[in-house]
């Protein structure tokens, strides 16, 4: 871990700073900042306690966030951190005992200003145990499925079993994730200990999870059953947070699993039930001494109304989703000059191309700044933008591959740091909103797979709703607004990034997708675009998505643009989205004349400064800063817009399609 999060700092000083420049740093983390963590913080984000699964005694932690990131590197003004100390825009004013002193709040500010200097030395990681070739051998090959390799090898170092891998993870814990029960049981019957930790305090049986037939080998083998990870998660928290996984949670709790948390603020396995609507699994714990109390019952109504039935918790019916409290977010700014547009008088190929040449480069540059900012990778910023760039690389369009090979490393570096906790069942904050997205963005830049893809499309395998849809998980239209959208990327990112272990569930998994797109019907422009995207990722002919394009077309206003809800005028965001979605289903006769139409919407609505100008009607859930992007207060959903709008002119022309990375099959991501 402590090589990671190195790395990602080291990735963010060279975004932020410009060639042979240094800033200057006038705090000391050992001597300024820790003593006020220490003093102050620890007791809640400490070692012993993780209110909300954020501590500060550890780098690597503190920077991932708990539920989600809240230190920007070299960003105070738009770190979650820093406004609970100074104000209630981001939740209640911390510490809970009395606000600190004005001068440890400028300490804290200005820390985060110059880049959140944390030295290695103080970084509070475990230290991992030395590489072992062999065992590091056995684990990748493990990983790659080589079954007649791992048999050679066992035979001829046998000793491997035993060793650790990088991380300090075992041979069985990647048994436990990407084997078969006889590997498993070979592997313990060579002297492997079911009970060895990585860095993150994570066991097999941990990984296994929710696999009963790998748990019940290592719980034969004397695996603890309440064995608790430095992110205070234990196999049952794992387990009863994945749809289906029923008869894990019964094998578990059989074997002694304690259905109730240690501590009051450790992962509940009952709210992780609830959270992944996995009601079997809830009546179990409760069977088995859970307090259903312990779950809010708006929550209970909201995300798992089967549990509140089971949880007797009054209230006729379900409660609907609902956008984040607004908290005041959005900020008050002055008002900004009437943006230039582009005077265009005829849409042909130039102009096109002008447009698609305008509109890159500011797209590029917010990436990586982004990622240095806040410390997560968003979809309006990052993962959008590398659908554009990767469509106008495809099309012949010049792009800077210096701001897309940075964007890119970053993004893998962070899904890295998050790989022990997913596999822990702790997702990237947004859960399956933000995962499919994230991964998408790395499909486009045909990314090869490793382990913290694997994670990452693992752990939405575990998420899929038995019904073959992704459930939306917050309400923040447009980009989170519909179970549609969430599903056709999510069955996108398991199509490409599903390990070889996993093969078949992906299959499977996409199928049920499918089916469940099939008899969907979008209700705004949105749903009706990534049901015509999800249809054709999934495999469908094009003669199946005729009706879904039918559907799209039918929306284009009068203007030549789409809207994004049937009482809202057209934009960017509505329409670049859904003429990607039009060229993405093959360009029917049908649709020619609405691409055409919205093509020329799109180029006669382009500001001069390459970007497109979308209001935004969603409630923010992080401070304010400037990204770069124009258009203040507006720039996320702008970005995304912009994003959408040059993916579809940089797609229009005489061949009228997307590049591979954005419908290839699985092997692109190999």
């Known amino acids: 871990m402590t090589r990671t999060w190195l790395a990602v700092v080291v990735v963010m000083a060279l975004a932020a700073t410009p060639a042979g420049q240094s800033a200057p740093r006038t705090v000391d983390f050992a001597r300024d900042v820790r003593p006020i963590l220490r003093d102050h913080c620890y007791g809640c984000h400490g070692p012993e306690q993780q209110m909300n699964g954020f501590r500060l005694d550890r780098r690597a932690d503190a920077l991932r966030g708990g539920s989600q990131t809240v230190i920007g590197p070299g960003n105070a003004e738009g770190s979650r951190l820093y406004h609970r ?54 684990a990748s090959l493990i990983r790659m499925g080589e079954a007649q390799e791992i048999g050679r090898l066992l035979i001829t170092r046998p000793l491997a079993a035993k060793g650790r891998a990088r991380g300090g993870a075992t041979p069985l814990m990647f048994a436990s994730l990407y084997g078969d029960t006889s590997l498993v049981r070979r592997l313990i019957e060579l002297g492997a200990d079911v009970n060895a930790s990585d860095v993150a305090g994570a066991t097999a049986l941990m990984w296994a999870a929710p696999d009963r037939a790998r ?87 909201t995300d798992c109304f089967e549990c509140a039935l089971a949880a007797h918790v009054e209230g006729a019916g379900p409660l609907p989703l609902v956008p984040p409290p607004d908290s005041g977010l959005r900020p008050v700014l002055p008002p900004a000059p009437k943006p230039l547009s582009v005077a265009v008088e005829t849409v042909d190929g130039a102009a096109i191309k002008a447009a698609v040449e305008r509109a890159l480069p500011p797209l590029q ?69 933000s995962v499919s997205y994230v991964m998408f963005g790395l499909v486009n830049d045909r990314q090869p797979s490793d382990a913290a893809t694997d994670a990452q499309a693992i752990w939405l395998l575990r998420r899929q709703a038995a019904d073959g849809r992704w459930p939306l998980a917050t309400l923040r239209p447009p980009i989170e607004s519909n179970d549609v959208a969430v599903t056709a990327l999510s069955l996108r990112v398991v199509d490409a990034y599903a390990p070889r272990s996993h093969r078949a569930a992906a299959d499977a998994s996409i199928a049920r997708a499918r089916g469940w797109l099939t008899t969907t019907r979008g209700r705004n422009t949105e749903e009706r675009a990534f049901r015509v995207l999800g249809l054709v990722w999934s495999g469908v002919d094009t003669v199946s998505v ?110 009228q399609q997307i590049p591979a990375a954005a419908t290839g099959r699985r092997e692109l991501a190999r």
């Open 85 to 138: 100390l100074v104000d209630t825009t981001v939740g209640a004013r911390m510490p809970p005992t009395g606000p600190l002193q004005l001068d440890q709040v400028r300490t804290i500010k200005a820390w985060i200003d110059e880049g959140v200097d944390w030295p290695d030395a103080l970084s509070g990681e475990r230290a991992a145990p030395p590489v072992d070739p062999d065992a590091e051998r056995l």
């Open 215 to 301: 748990m019940a080998a290592l719980l034969d083998a004397g695996a603890d059953v309440n064995a608790i990870s430095d992110d205070r998660r234990t196999a049952l928290s794992i387990t009863a947070g994945s749809v289906g996984s029923q008869a894990s949670v019964r094998l578990l709790l059989e074997y002694g699993a304690n259905p109730v948390p240690a501590l009051p603020s450790d992962p509940s396995p009952l709210r992780a039930a609830v959270v992944a609507k996995n009601d079997a699994g809830f009546q179990l714990l409760l069977d088995y001494g859970a307090d259903a109390r312990s779950v809010p019952a708006a929550v209970l109504r």
């Open 365 to 433: 540059r917010i990436g990586p700044a982004f990622i240095q900012k806040t410390g997560c990778v968003s979809c309006h910023h990052n993962s959008l933008v590398s659908m554009a760039v990767a469509t106008a690389r495809e099309r012949g369009y010049a792009v800077d591959e210096r701001f897309a090979a940075t964007q890119r490393d970053m993004t893998t570096t962070y899904l890295e740091s998050w790989r022990a906790r997913t596999l822990q069942n702790k997702p990237i904050a947004g859960v399956q909103d």
């Open 546 to 655: 005729g009706q879904a394009i039918s559907d799209l077309t039918a929306a284009q206003q009068a203007d030549g643009g789409w809207a994004q809800e049937a009482d809202m005028q057209s934009d960017a965001y509505a329409t670049g989205e859904a003429l990607v979605a039009l060229e993405l289903g093959g360009g029917a006769a049908s649709a020619r004349d609405a691409i055409r139409r919205g093509v020329e919407y799109l180029v006669r609505t382009q500001l001069a400064d390459g970007s497109w100008f979308v209001r935004s009607h969603s409630v923010p859930i992080q401070a304010y800063f400037e990204s770069g992007y124009p258009h203040g207060a507006d720039q996320w959903i702008s970005a995304a817009a912009s994003a959408w709008a040059t993916t579809a002119l940089a797609a229009s022309g005489e061949r």
